[in-house]
């Protein structure tokens, strides 16, 4: 079984988990990851934890890894899908600082919901 499924839309590259993230999955969805950001335009990241129950330390370097990439062309790292096993590991780990958390993909690095109605009056 694939670990992730990957996409590139504009200037996202959107990874569709389909494993736990951990010592087993981790290492090809880095290689994976990186390969495409070197050949792509992709300038953001979101992982889309849907389905997936659980992450590890292993899973918390991949994420903080990619960030470091994507950080120094302006990018940010997104997530969605997160399910409350693995919403505890990114607030203990203190994840959420770097990382912002999206209820739905489509809402990933647009401005939130409050923003837009202001702009729209």
């Known amino acids: 079984m694939q670990a ?11 990874i569709r988990l389909k494993a ?18 070197a050949r792509s335009h992709a300038k953001h990241i979101l992982f889309d934890f849907t389905g997936v129950d659980f992450m590890d330390s292993s899973g918390i370097g991949v994420i ?22 693995v919403d505890r590991i990114f607030r203990i780990s203190g994840l959420y600082k770097i990382v912002e958390n999206y209820q739905k993909a489509e809402e990933a690095f647009t401005c939130p919901a409050y923003e837009r109605l202001a702009t729209e009056n």
């Open 4 to 14: 992730a499924e990957y996409e590139v839309k504009g200037e996202v590259l959107v």
């Open 20 to 37: 736990d993230l951990d010592h087993h999955t981790a290492l090809s969805v880095r290689e994976a990851a990186d390969s495409l950001l």
């Open 64 to 85: 903080m890894g990619r960030y470091r990439q994507v950080i120094f062309h302006g990018g940010r790292v997104g997530v969605t899908g997160v399910g409350a096993n």
